[in-house]
């Protein structure tokens, strides 16, 4: 947590279609590139050419989660990568480009979507999909 923002205290990522046998099935990693791991060895159960939902639980150090599903393929056409997942769910929020425009405002009528989305990518340590400006240390009085 070198830049302020709240760590990952750990991910679980639960098998939420596939195989029965895989189904229901929860493994917890310490870091995103340790659930990747984790995902990568799973993609290989996948079945075809389609895609198996795997839910995924992030805890944050000061107990704040984040939740969501990762679409598991056996064959992907992009590395498989859980931050750059929830860097993109983010982005569609957070997103200035005009031609997203409409479906913000499907999702987000009011803005406040956008406005915690915006807090939540300062305070905590997920991969953002904008620029933050720099977070101002806490300033030590003596």
């Known amino acids: ?26 493994e917890t990693a310490a870091s995103f590139e340790e659930a990747n791991r984790i995902l990568v060895r799973w993609s290989s159960t996948v079945y075809g050419r389609g895609t198996e939902g795997c839910d995924f639980r ?10 969501g599903t990762y679409g598991l393929a056996r064959n992907p056409e ?9 860097r993109d769910m983010l982005g569609l929020v957070l997103s200035d480009d005009p031609e997203r425009a409409n479906f913000r405002k499907f999702i987000d009528k009011d803005g406040s979507k ?6 939540f990518v300062k305070a905590y340590d997920v991969p953002s999909p904008i620029a933050l400006p720099e977070i101002e240390a806490p300033s030590l009085r003596i």
């Open 114 to 119: 956008r406005a915690a989305a915006l807090e």
């Open 1 to 26: 947590m070198s830049d302020g923002r709240i760590p990952v205290e750990r991910i679980e990522i639960t098998r939420a279609e596939g195989l029965v046998a895989l189904c229901g099935k929860t």
């Open 58 to 67: 992030i805890v944050f150090a000061d107990g704040k989660e984040y939740n």
């Open 78 to 86: 992009g590395p498989t990568d859980l931050g750059a997942h929830v």
